[in-house]
Every structure is written in C-alpha cells, then in structure tokens.
C-alpha cells in the first residue's frame, strides 16, 4: 500500500511538473508575440512622427520664406514712399 501511494504520487508530481512547463512555455510564448506586437506597432508610430515632423519642418521653412519675402517687400515700400535707405 505504502508503494501504491508513492507511486500515485510521484506520478502526480510529474503530471503537475509537465502541466506547469507547459502552461510556462505558453506564457512565453504569448508575452514574446505581445512583444513582437508591440516593437512592431511602436516602429509604425516612430515611422509616423517622423513624416509629420518632417512635415512641420518644410512648413515652417515655408514660413519663414515666406516672412523674409515680407520683410524684403517692407523695405522696398518703405525706401519707395520714403527715399530712405533703411538698415
């Protein structure tokens, strides 16, 4: 009797031992496919800041082209209405 409820037993640690490797096994590897998701989702992302900022910057250089095509209109006004050469 006293084999019979080793052997029950040890089997019971080796079914609990494999039930425990494989639920590990899985858990891994779900969290290296969430992983996976999320280096690919956060490169889309990084990839779309980088367009929109580049976007921002030929906006702004626009602007400031812009702004220096202003200025220059300003003080060929200025130095018609006036005669004056400004500085």
Do not use: P, W
């Not at 900022?53 to 060929?76: G, P, Q, S, Y």
């Amino acid at each position: 009797m006293l084999g019979t409820i080793t052997l029950i037993s040890s089997m019971f640690a080796r079914m609990m031992q494999n039930g425990f490797d494989g639920v590990r096994k899985e858990i891994h590897s779900e969290f290296a496919s969430v992983r996976t998701e999320f280096r690919s989702e956060f490169a889309g992302v990084r990839t779309e800041f980088r367009s929109e900022f580049a976007n921002v910057r030929t906006e702004v250089k626009a602007v400031h082209a812009r702004i220096d095509h202003l200025d220059r209109d300003v003080n060929a006004i200025y130095r018609h209405l006036f005669g004056i050469e400004r500085t």
